[in-house]
């Protein structure tokens, strides 16, 4: 359907719709209700200017497509968001929010979202923000868009920041359990280091420096650590950004057999979580992947604890909620946004929380 007619199916629409693109990420949030509302007619980018560091593209449009168009010019979408399989679409990439491996060192999806176009719960075509990061006074509502899960409104077209290719980089291993990699992750983040992703599993932390050559050559001369080669490394890192790599492929066998994949986000400072099963940690320390076959509520009590939050990333059962319970001053400001945005609640209804 053409945007107009989009416009008209949502605004005669009395039953709940649900947003879809290719469905990449049709497994993230609570259960899908309601009739398929597809983006895939809204395909293109419709504004590239790599000297001004931005690209916008209508929400439909592969990710890839876009991400090949930004390489010919070495520039990239800097947050690294997951693919999964290719099928990603620029505006699902958008309402789920994921970013990859060099999120903690460049920012995340919102951080490098500029502005957005998106049909409202009335059928009207509402447009926010720009191409600049300073351009609006008030709320931004783009930046609210991400991670929403299309509760909010069908997205139409997003602007994005884009940022050039590193000069150089190089990837180091290191021989550490969990405890000493923490240790040593906070101890070098605090330094003056280009360090863009790290991971630890299984015993090994590998760091990815990015930057100017001469930065990243001291950089690696001063941590030691064993040189990965480059066409070693960047296998590596696109599996852990893509979620194919072996912990993920493992946690996938991991959740048929009735463990639950969560993502914790916790203070990067925290130490070793006591969890049983297997555990990734990225980001410095402040995103820990855990498989574990543990009741709910020991996860979210141990990311508590430790002044985080835990979400039920992958499982064959979601009846614990997958997304960490609001306060109530926070479930009423969902609510307002909600029915700000969505008057009949037709979007995505339940993909975030049960009650929105």
């Known amino acids: 359907m053409k945007l107009a007619e989009l416009q008209s199916f949502i605004r005669d629409a009395r039953a709940p719709l649900r947003i879809t693109g290719h469905g990449s990420k049709d497994f993230y949030g609570e259960a899908l209700q309601g009739e398929p509302l597809s983006t895939q007619s809204l395909h293109g980018v419709t504004a590239y200017e790599p000297s001004e560091l931005f690209v916008s593209a209508l929400a439909g449009t592969p990710l890839a497509e876009v991400e090949a168009l930004l390489a010919q010019h070495r520039q990239r979408f800097a947050f690294e968001p997951p693919r999964f399989g290719g099928r990603g679409t620029v505006g699902g990439m958008v309402a789920a929010g994921l970013s990859g491996p060099s999120r903690a060192a460049l920012g995340s999806v919102r951080d490098h979202l500029l502005g957005a176009v998106l049909v409202n719960g009335k059928g009207e075509l509402l447009s926010f923000g720009g191409t600049v990061m300073k351009n609006v006074a008030g709320f931004d509502v783009s930046r609210a868009l991400a991670g929403s899960l299309g509760q909010l409104g069908l997205i139409t ?30 101890r070098w983040g605090g330094e003056p280091l280009p360090i863009e992703a790290s991971a630890w599993w299984d015993g090994a932390l590998l760091l990815r420096l990015a930057g100017a050559e001469a930065a990243v050559g001291a950089a690696a001369r001063k941590l030691g650590g064993d040189l990965i080669p480059a066409e070693m490394a960047a296998p590596f890192w696109t599996g852990l950004r893509d979620q194919s790599d072996e912990f993920f492929v493992g946690a996938e066998r991991a959740v048929a057999g009735g463990a639950r994949l969560w993502r914790l986000s916790l203070p990067s400072t925290t130490p070793e979580l006591k969890l049983h099963g297997e555990q990734l940690i990225e980001w410095g320390g402040a ?13 979210r009590e141990a990311a ?14 979601k009846g614990c909620g997958v997304f960490a319970p609001l306060s109530p001053p926070l479930a009423a400001i969902h609510k307002r946004l909600k029915a700000s945005f969505d008057p009949h609640g037709v979007f995505n209804p339940g993909r975030l929380y049960p009650e929105l």
């Open 287 to 299: 995103q820990r992947w855990v498989v574990t076959p543990l009741p709910p509520a020991a996860v």
């Open 304 to 317: 508590a604890s430790a002044g985080g939050h835990a979400t039920l990333f992958r499982a064959l059962d």
């Open 157 to 186: 077209e997003v602007t994005l920041k884009v940022l050039p290719l590193p000069a150089a980089t190089a990837t180091l291993r290191f021989e550490f359990d969990q405890a000493a990699a923490l240790m040593a992750l906070n």
